[in-house]
């Protein structure tokens, strides 16, 4: 794209920025199909009371996670409403209990106040960002499973390398739903890096 002159915009981030809404839009099409797929199986069950859909091994295996004298409950931490609001209604319908924070500080109070399973953080989640609350979880002996998330694929080294020497897993935006679930469910079974 040619920058036309005296212009003041930053084109390199107006092209990012571009790329990141053209992931998110994939991120949300995903989420939406999937809950739309749960949606109508509901409606099956609920017409076919009697009759049980043939599940797989992983379906079974979130069912018997699921049908714990405990819920599993997640919290998930991003200062994008919008993300948080998919992951959190996908991670519901697989029945899971959600909480939501859309800061660090209002991670930490959650923290604080409830017994967790697991969490999801965003890796630029303000106030002062996921890392740095990561390691302040970690230095009050939190030893809650948690999963770091980030749109930034340009993440050096020593901060990759942080993440996982605090016992947490790395995913790259966009996830779709399948990938969603499948973190929720190795996070709430404990098997962290």
Known sequence: MVKPP???YDWAHLQSSAQQLSDQARL??????ALQQEAE????????????????NSDS??????SASIVPVILIADDDDLTTELFARGLRAQGYIVKTASTTEEATR?????RFDAIIMDLHIPHPNG?????????????IPCAIITGDYSLDDATTTAIHEL?????????????LRDLADTLVRGRGP
């Open 6 to 8: 005296g212009d003041e």
């Open 28 to 33: 949300y099409a995903d989420l939406s199909a």
């Open 41 to 56: 199986r509901l409606r099956a069950l609920a017409q076919n009371e009697g009759l049980r859909p043939q599940r797989s």
């Open 61 to 66: 295996e979130r069912e018997t996670l699921r």
């Open 110 to 114: 959650e923290v604080e106040g409830r």
């Open 131 to 143: 890392l740095a609350a990561l390691r302040s979880l970690r230095s009050m002996n939190c030893a």
């Open 167 to 179: 016992g947490a897993e790395l995913r790259f935006k966009p996830l779709n739903f399948d990938e």
